[in-house]
């Protein structure tokens, strides 16, 4: 049984609580999502499997997920995107962000810390998270996303079409 941090809007943790029962209820929470470039500028997106509890098959970040303990969040993402894609490579912070959204039955209340990286090759995604994945610039993943959103999950909606957060996101891909 995996557990989330709850957290209050200052990113404490005011203890913990089971993953599903979160989203049930809708409580705030730590989440990490990663955006993994490589040298030609572009983004490695991952189809999430079909079986997953929420926004399965639908198009997301390179890897998200749930820190486990109050540790470093470096850490800990960068052994998510090992479980879940396969390959490591070094992130940095670069804000974070809370967003609300119903969800089927379920209510993502997450309080996201978005982690960018570098990575020049193809993955090696684990078939219990990932079903397809590909390489998109920023610019074509937006013009898509803006024609067919239902494609896309939506934390990685909220990210791409903020124009702060994805003008900090281009800003920080170009500094890599």
Same mark, same amino acid.
């Given at each position: 049984? +995996?557990?989330?941090?709850?957290?209050?809007?200052?990113?404490?943790?005011?203890?913990?609580?089971?993953?599903?029962?979160? %989203? &049930? /209820?809708?409580?705030?929470?730590?989440?990490?999502? #990663?955006?993994?470039?490589?040298?030609?500028?572009?983004?490695?997106?991952? &189809?999430?499997? =079909?079986?997953?509890? $929420?926004?399965?098959?639908?198009?997301?970040? +390179?890897?998200?997920?749930?820190?486990?303990?109050? =540790?470093?969040?470096? +850490? /800990?993402?960068?052994?998510?995107?090992?479980?879940?894609?396969?390959?490591?490579?070094?992130?940095?912070?670069?804000?974070?962000? #809370?967003?609300?959204? !119903?969800?089927?039955?379920? +209510?993502?209340?997450?309080?996201? $810390?978005?982690? #960018?990286?570098?990575?020049?090759?193809?993955?090696?995604?684990?078939?219990?998270?990932?079903?397809?994945?590909?390489?998109?610039?920023?610019?074509?993943l937006k013009e898509d996303m803006e024609k067919e959103p239902?494609?896309?999950?939506?934390?990685?909606? %909220?990210?791409?079409? =903020?124009? !702060?957060?994805?003008?900090?996101?281009? &800003?920080? &891909?170009?500094?890599?």
């Open positions: 049984m +995996t557990e989330v941090i709850l957290v209050n809007e200052k990113d404490q943790a005011t203890g913990t609580k089971e993953k599903l029962k979160a %989203h &049930q /209820e809708g409580l705030l929470h730590r989440a990490f999502s #990663i955006f993994t470039f490589n040298n030609k500028g572009e983004l490695l997106i991952q &189809q999430r499997a =079909s079986h997953k509890y $929420h926004s399965r098959n639908k198009w997301a970040n +390179t890897c998200c997920s749930h820190p486990v303990t109050n =540790s470093d969040f470096n +850490t /800990e993402a960068r052994k998510r995107l090992q479980e879940e894609m396969g390959f490591e490579c070094e992130l940095k912070e670069i804000f974070s962000f #809370i967003y609300k959204a !119903k969800l089927e039955e379920l +209510t993502e209340h997450e309080l996201d $810390h978005v982690f #960018i990286g570098e990575y020049n090759n193809d993955p090696n995604p684990n078939p219990e998270e990932v079903q397809d994945f590909k390489w998109i610039t920023l610019e074509n239902d494609k896309y999950a939506y934390w990685f909606k %909220h990210i791409i079409l =903020s124009p !702060k957060h994805f003008n900090r996101l281009k &800003q920080e &891909q170009e500094a890599l």
